[in-house]
Nanobody, 119 residues
């Protein structure tokens, strides 16, 4: 089982940057595909970015391409989301996800961290 704790959210002006971190517990962190999702008020949770367990396959939602960067440090059991050129429409609660369903395992979620971008 993996427990995930996000941090790094906050209030930032449009055009600013934030770096989210997601610290995972458990011995098998490096074997999980890691992702970031977000949920704005009144909207469904949506995919933002993901990285496979090896860090070789990375994908982004179209609206964040070129602005957000996902990375991971398996030695620290941590995945990051660097967010630059933030826009008001990026305002949401951001969730970290650890996914092992591709190998018959489970999917885990953190509690979320609030990101608010003011115009």
């Amino acid at each position: 089982q993996v427990q995930l704790v996000e941090s790094g959210g906050g209030l930032v002006s449009a055009g600013g940057s934030l770096r989210l971190s997601c610290a995972g517990s458990g011995r098998s962190f490096s074997s999980y595909s890691m992702g970031w999702f977000r949920q704005a008020p009144g909207k469904e949770r949506e995919f933002v970015a993901a990285m496979d367990e090896n860090g070789a396959k990375i994908s982004y939602e179209d609206s964040v391409k070129g602005r957000f960067t996902i990375s991971r440090d398996n030695a620290k059991n941590t995945v990051y989301l660097q967010m630059n050129s933030l826009k008001p429409e990026d305002t949401a609660v951001y969730y970290c996800n650890a996914d092992a369903r591709f190998r018959g395992g489970s999917s885990y979620w953190g509690q979320g961290t609030q990101v608010t971008v003011s115009s």
